[in-house]
């Protein structure tokens, strides 16, 4: 099983970035997905989570902001960020969450 994870970058404040989790070695669409994020000295915590029949949950902090989507044809997750923050800057992880496979992590940094 691997979950690779990209899409992060630096961006300014205000501005979007879409990340993308492509999933191998396990049937995609039976998975249920999240993900998450770590800032520097904090811990990681949950971003979004998506079912298998793509109902989804957010954390407070972005709700209204991000949208968790997937391609099951393209075994990928997606994360839809919009009007982003400072304190989005973190390293944000996707996850199956019920085999806890982790991808490696993509940066996204927010700043002027």
């Known amino acids: 099983v691997q979950l690779q994870a990209s899409g992060g970058g630096l961006v300014q404040p205000g501005g979007s970035l879409r990340l993308s989790c492509v999933a191998s070695?396990?049937?995609?669409?039976?998975?249920?997905m999240a993900w998450y994020r770590q800032a520097p000295g904090n811990q990681r915590e949950l971003v979004a989570t998506?079912?298998?029949?793509?109902?989804?949950n957010y954390a407070d902090s972005v709700k209204g902001r991000f949208t968790i989507s997937r391609d099951n044809a393209k075994n990928t997750m997606y994360l839809q960020m919009n009007s982003l923050k400072p304190e989005d800057t973190a390293v944000y992880y996707c996850?199956?969450?019920?085999?806890?496979?982790w991808g490696q992590g993509t940066q996204v940094t927010v700043s002027s």
């Open positions: 996850k199956d969450v019920y085999y806890n496979y």
């Open positions: 070695g396990m049937i995609f669409s039976s998975r249920f």
């Open positions: 998506i079912t298998s029949s793509s109902s989804t």
